[in-house]
Nanobody, 124 residues
Framework: QVQLEESGGGSVQSGGSLRLACTSG????????MGWFRQAPGREREGVAVVRRDDTPDYGDSVKGRFSISRDNTKTTMYLQMNGLRPEDTATYYC??????????????????WGQGTQVTVSS
């Protein structure tokens, strides 16, 4: 079983920045897809950003130009650099992962492994 743990959430003012991190279990083979999803109260969980095995990223339309996803050299830790944060970015952010894909999606149903989430709050 793949275990994922998020960190780096917090409370910031509008226009501020945060950097989230997600660590995967030690000793596991490299995951083909890792990504970030978020869910705000009363809204569906949405894909924020994903990165595939070869480090090619993809982003949801609402965060393009503001957020960037990356992985460390071992490909076991994933980051989400969030700049220009807005109140509408307030949500619980979840790390997700899967194996078996030559490409990665921003669809929740495609990911079997999930972290517990980390809260991001942006005040106006």
């Amino acid at each position: 079983q793949v275990q994922l743990e998020e960190s780096g959430g917090g409370s910031v003012q509008s226009g501020g920045s945060l950097r989230l991190a997600c660590t995967s279990g030690h000793g596991n083979r490299v995951l083909d897809c890792m990504g970030w999803f978020r869910q705000a109260p009363g809204r569906e969980r949405e894909g924020v950003a994903v990165v595939r095995r070869d480090d090619t990223p993809d982003y949801g339309d609402s965060v393009k130009g503001r957020f960037s996803i990356s992985r460390d050299n071992t490909k076991t830790t994933m980051y989400l650099q969030m700049n220009g944060l807005r109140p509408e970015d307030t949500a619980t952010y979840y790390c997700a992962a899967r194996w078996g894909w030559p490409s990665c999606t921003l669809l929740e149903a495609d990911y079997p492994y999930w972290g517990q989430g980390t809260q991001v709050t942006v005040s106006s």
